[in-house]
Nanobody, 119 residues
Framework: QVQLIESGGGSVQAGDSLTLSCEASGRSFSGFDMGWFRQAPGKGREFVAAIDPFGSRYFGDSAKGRFTIARGTADNTVYLQMYRLKPEDTAVYFC?????????????RGQGTQVTVSS
């Protein structure tokens, strides 16, 4: 059974930093892009960032310049480092994986972790 387990969410103040982690299991993810989507209350899902098996990174507009993404050495973990957080970054963040450009969609998704940014 494939599982993607997120951790690291929480409540922070505007301007703070936060790192989300995701560990995937149940199959090999060595050939998969891994990344993050988010969904704010009352809004649709939004692509945040992803990294392909070769280490190339790509970002959604809201993440450019403030977020970074990294992959663990075992290829089944991915980290989202968020800096200079804003209240509009408040959302549930979902770890995703897929054999495609993740901004177009994904094959697997975790349950999500809540990030709340207060002004």
């Amino acid at each position: 059974q494939v599982q993607l387990i997120e951790s690291g969410g929480g409540s922070v103040q505007a301007g703070d930093s936060l790192t989300l982690s995701c560990e995937a299991s149940g199959r090999s993810f060595s050939g998969f892009d891994m990344g993050w989507f988010r969904q704010a209350p009352g809004k649709g899902r939004e692509f945040v960032a992803a990294i392909d098996p070769f280490g190339s990174r790509y970002f959604g507009d809201s993440a450019k310049g403030r977020f970074t993404i990294a992959r663990g050495t075992a290829d089944n973990t991915v980290y989202l480092q968020m800096y200079r957080l804003k209240p509009e970054d408040t959302a549930v963040y979902f770890c995703v994986a897929g054999k495609r450009t993740l901004s177009q969609g994904y094959d697997y998704r975790g349950q999500g972790t809540q990030v709340t940014v207060s002004s």
